[in-house]
């Protein structure tokens, strides 16, 4: 997991209820993503930034949204529009300098819906 | 856009066999093959990769073989252990800071 954290572990969300899940990663890495993977169907990306101030959808970015105010920082906000957000959700970073390729992967947030 | 197909979905070997999983990819500008672990409720771990540039790499037990020509890639473990079982992951992507785009898994087994 190196230095990418996220919170909570789990999550809880309500009907109707925005929730945000935490991604904080101290390795300097210019690019982050969001990743939602559910059983069987590997991981999808929802979000990317590559730098402060901008970011791009992912293949699922309906009912999502990011921001990236900061470097080490890239909370992603799971709103009601999103339909079925159970799921468990990855962050990952990737130091852009050198033309490095590998992404590495934050613990996850599982989100339950009650 | 890049598509990757991951076979088998489920993997059950005995301790001490070889583990092969194999993936396939659609994009032929596709230049950067990673292959991750996943334990239980943790996130995936990189355990090797490869570049367009080469044919094979191998890390101890660990190897990968990169087809370009049949766009297909595979994951080689020799001497399986009962800590190798776990979500296995392959990823293409066509480098220069696109996303990577990811195999279903592969469930590997490995039985004592």
């Known amino acids: 997991d190196g230095g990418i954290t996220q919170s909570p572990k789990y999550l809880f969300r309500k009907e109707g209820q925005n929730v945000t899940l935490s991604c904080e990663q101290n390795l300097n890495h210019d690019a982050m993503y969001w990743y939602r993977q559910d059983p069987g169907q590997g991981l999808r990306l929802i979000y990317y930034s590559q730098i402060v101030n901008d970011f791009q959808k992912g293949d699922i970015a309906e009912g999502y949204s990011v921001s990236r105010e900061k470097k080490e920082s890239f909370p992603l906000t799971v709103t009601s529009a999103q339909k079925n957000p159970t799921a468990f959700y990855l962050c990952a970073s990737r130091p852009i300098a050198g033309g490095q390729e590998t992404q590495y992967f934050g613990p996850g947030t599982r989100l339950l819906v009650l | ?112």
Not at chain 2, 76 to 95: N, R
């Open chain 2, 1 to 112: 856009g890049e598509n990757v197909e991951q076979h088998p979905s489920t993997l059950s070997v005995q301790e001490g066999d070889s583990a092969v999983i194999k993936c396939t990819y659609s994009d032929s500008a596709s230049n950067y093959f990673p292959w991750y672990k996943q334990e239980l409720g943790k996130g995936p771990q990189l355990i090797i990769d490869i570049r367009s540039n080469v044919g094979e790499k191998k890390d101890q037990r660990i190897a990968v073989t990169l087809n370009k020509t049949a766009k297909h890639f595979s994951l080689h473990i020799t001497e399986t252990q009962p800590e190798d079982s776990a979500v296995y992951f392959c990823a293409a992507s066509i480098g220069a800071g696109t996303a990577l785009i990811f195999g279903k898994g592969t469930t590997l087994s490995v039985s004592s």
